[in-house]
Nanobody, 115 residues
């Protein structure tokens, strides 16, 4: 059973930064595109960033210029560097394969942006 473990969330003031990590226990991790998703209460889940196996990246307009996704295939880990955080970034953040067939969802990591 593949396990996905997200970490790095927390409470931060507007304008602050956080770095999220996601480790996947699957040997073929490196060949898959990965995405960071978020879901705020009462809102649908959204894809905020994706990265291909080759390192190409795409971002939602709402985070472009503030978030950076990266991956370390040797560590089976994908990261999300979040800078200049805004209150509207408050959500539970999850990572998963950016494919129609997903890994089992992890527990996510909560990001709260508030003064």
């Amino acid at each position: 059973q593949v396990q996905v473990v997200e970490s790095g969330g927390g409470l931060v003031q507007p304008g602050g930064s956080l770095r999220l990590s996601c480790q996947v226990s699957e040997s073929m991790f490196s060949i898959y595109p990965m995405g960071w998703y978020r879901q705020a209460p009462g809102k649908p889940a959204e894809l905020v960033a994706r990265i291909t196996s080759g390192g190409n990246t795409n971002y939602a307009d709402s985070v472009k210029g503030r978030f950076t996704i990266s991956r370390d295939n040797a560590k089976n880990t994908v990261y999300l560097q979040m800078d200049n955080l805004k209150p509207e970034d408050t959500a539970a953040y999850y990572c998963n394969r950016n494919l129609s067939v997903r890994y089992p969802w992890g527990q996510g990591t909560q990001v709260t942006v508030s003064s």
